[in-house]
């Protein structure tokens, strides 16, 4: 994970599902142009915030072992805008998982508000692409996303 | 509750609009999924899951798709087409799929020609009556 675009999780059912929240600040430098004067998150950042959020999901359920990449957007459905000062929850679940690869299902909320739905699915890149050969060391789980980890309420 | 062959194809194709975004009359029988429904390989992960969802059934990946293991193997590969031995490997880990245009010319690039909606539907369909 080489950039973090969650605050932190409130919930970790190992292998099951977790639930992170992001706070969205004006202070983010792209709501300025996104858009001039309507300042709203991107929903591509949403479907980050889900990525990350399902993705550490995924990888956790395998110890951290697994390179786990985004493969698949399965589906990304918004019904709302975010807005700074917004809090959202991310909630993912995972619906499968195998040596391969795992498939996760998420929904964003707003103050209890449905803002939007994102299902993806991941890949244990050394368990794919044809035994093609990747660095040993896992590039996707370095010690800088620990710290989200850090007050999580582990409940495995 | 057993289920038709139409009531599978059904559910097949319904898992297959929306594992590729494609439209329903695309998807026929002998429609091959990399060919003509633009199947990538994370997709065939995709549809294992939706179709285990789906029928309640569990998918060995080898089962299903078992492409990827012969391609890799030299004594079944040679020279961008499967071997006799690799044509027995198949014949045995595809009995649900029809292997005969293929024999004749089993040029590795067109096994992504095999997996057709077809072939899906005979799966599922056996792997249903076995259970």
């Keep these: 994970m080489r950039w973090i675009w969650i605050d932190k999780f409130v919930e970790f059912h190992s292998g099951q599902r977790a639930v992170a929240i992001k706070n969205v600040t004006l202070a983010e430098e792209h709501l300025h142009d996104h858009f001039p004067g309507f300042p709203v998150m991107p929903e591509t950042l949403c479907i980050e915030a889900m990525a990350q959020t399902a993705g550490i999901l995924v990888g956790e359920a395998k110890n951290f072992e697994e390179k786990v990449i985004l493969a698949k957007i399965k589906k990304a459905a918004f019904f709302d805008y975010v807005k700074p000062g917004d809090t959202i929850k991310l909630e993912a679940k995972i619906e499968s998982i195998t040596d391969e690869a795992a498939s996760t299902t998420g929904r964003i909320s707003c103050d209890g508000k449905l803002v939007a739905e994102i299902d993806l699915m991941f890949s244990h890149i050394d368990k794919n692409l044809a035994g093609k050969e990747f660095p040993q060391e896992n590039f996707v789980f370095t010690d800088t996303f620990k710290s989200l980890m850090r007050g999580a309420a582990f409940n495995s | ?131």
Excluded: C, W
């Design chain 2, 1 to 131: 509750m057993a289920m038709s062959r139409d009531e599978i194809f059904g559910e097949v194709q319904e898992v297959l609009v929306d594992a590729l975004g494609v439209d329903d009359d695309e998807v026929t029988s002998g429609a091959t999924l990399m060919g003509d429904l633009g199947a990538e390989s994370i997709d065939f992960l995709d549809i294992v899951f939706r179709l285990e969802k789906a029928f309640g059934i569990k998918i060995p990946r080898e089962e299903l798709f078992p492409a990827e293991s012969l391609m890799n193997n030299p004594e079944f590969v040679n020279n961008g087409k499967l071997t006799e031995i690799g044509l027995g490997e198949l014949r045995e880990k595809m009995p649900h799929t029809d292997l005969a245009g293929f024999e004749n010319d089993p040029d590795i690039n067109k096994l992504g020609d095999l997996f057709t909606v077809g072939a899906i539907v005979n799966y599922v369909e056996g792997k249903l009556n076995s259970a």
